[in-house]
């Protein structure tokens, strides 16, 4: 019950140490076939950046894809997509703006809030530099 985090990175300090750098994070996991309500959603250290609730009562498939880029010193610009698949497909697109400081680790994670166990899987994460 509650907010669970999946999977996290930590972003090495200094990773956006000039701007137009970046990263790409992609997740991908599963949603369990009940009723209990689902939400997942991606962090940028304490930015979420993507919030989705899933499908309920059908087998799913689920992934996003987020790139985030250094605007200026400790400020990103990012935007998000997700895409769930099953019966009932679901495309949820976001943007916007960040406010993190880049001189110390970004921890990027997944989270799922749900009912159960299970009721959220994440099977994978990368994140890949943008120069």
């Not at 498939?61 to 400020?75: A, C, D, K, L, Q």
């Not at 997944?110 to 299970?118: I, L, Q, V, W, Y």
């Amino acid at each position: 019950v509650g907010e669970d985090d999946l999977i996290t990175y930590s972003l090495l300090a200094n990773s956006f140490s000039a701007n137009a750098k970046g990263v790409r994070i992609t997740t991908w996991g599963t949603a369990a076939n009940n009723a209990n309500a689902k939400t997942l959603k991606v962090y940028f250290g304490t930015q979420i950046i993507i919030t989705t609730a899933l499908t309920i009562n059908q087998v799913g498939t689920w992934r996003t894809e987020s790139m985030v880029f250094r605007t200026g010193s400790n400020t990103q610009d990012w935007t998000s997509q997700l895409l769930q698949g099953g019966t009932t497909t679901i495309v949820d697109v976001e943007n916007g703006t960040a406010t993190q400081t880049d001189s110390g680790a970004i921890t990027i994670k997944c989270t799922g809030e749900a009912t159960s166990d299970n009721d959220i899987v994440q099977e994978g994460l990368l994140v890949e530099y943008l120069a």
